[in-house]
């Protein structure tokens, strides 16, 4: 018999949702593999939400660091 390949050891995994991609369903974009357009568009989403809380949180930090006049 031949080796069964562990559910796990996926060569391909979407980076938003972390499923395992079949050879025709690879959406390639940025350095990174989707399981469709619509997983690309929610990954690029939520990098700029995160990016816009990361800076809506450092501003008000630098705002209090300024000495005023």
């Known amino acids: 018999m031949g080796k069964v390949k562990p559910e796990n050891e996926w060569k391909f995994k ?5 499923k395992a991609i079949k050879r025709r369903k690879r959406y390639y974009r940025n350095g990174k593999y989707f399981l469709n357009k619509a997983s690309w568009q ?5 990098q700029k939400d995160d990016a816009a ?5 450092a501003a008000p930090a630098a705002a209090e660091e300024t000495p005023k006049s």
């Open 42 to 46: 929610a990954f690029v989403k939520k």
């Open 14 to 18: 979407c980076a938003m949702s972390g």
């Open 53 to 57: 809380a990361a800076a809506a949180a």
